[in-house]
């Protein structure tokens, strides 16, 4: 059986690939073993859409603004893994060292 696959598609014309980059590694970091991939789509027209597996658990478009890193691992989580607890991984930015 093949791992969930998340795709985020972000704006080139926006510049929204920093945005897009970050919130993957944060999946990746927060999924390591429940993700087969995050893979980051370029598109245009203000889109910022993020999928695992085809459903879409976020968009810019429809939600009027950005995930937080918190409610997106979230939604994934209630996908691929709702009996996972998130623990100290929800927090929104990473701990300052």
Same mark, same amino acid.
């Given at each position: 059986?093949?791992?969930?696959?998340?795709?985020?598609?972000?704006?080139?014309?926006?510049?929204?690939?920093?945005?897009?980059?970050?919130?993957?590694?944060? /999946?990746?970091?927060? &999924?390591?073993?429940?993700?087969?991939?995050?893979?980051?789509?370029?598109?245009?027209?203000?889109? &910022?859409?993020?999928?695992?597996?085809?459903?879409?658990?976020?968009?810019?478009?429809?939600?009027?603004?950005?995930?937080?890193?918190?409610? /997106?691992?979230?939604?994934?989580?209630? /996908?691929?893994?709702?009996?996972?607890?998130?623990?100290?991984?929800?927090?929104? &930015?990473?701990?300052?060292?």
């Amino acid at each position: 059986m093949s791992k969930p696959r998340v795709e985020i598609e972000y704006c080139t014309q926006c510049r929204w690939l920093l945005r897009a980059a970050w919130l993957a590694q944060e /999946l990746l970091t927060t &999924f390591e073993q429940e993700l087969g991939a995050v893979s980051l789509l370029p598109g245009t027209g203000g889109t &910022f859409v993020v999928a695992v597996d085809g459903v879409v658990v976020w968009s810019r478009k429809d939600e009027g603004r950005f995930p937080e890193a918190k409610e /997106l691992k979230q939604r994934v989580r209630d /996908l691929i893994a709702p009996e996972r607890n998130l623990g100290h991984s929800e927090a929104h &930015f990473p701990p300052s060292t």
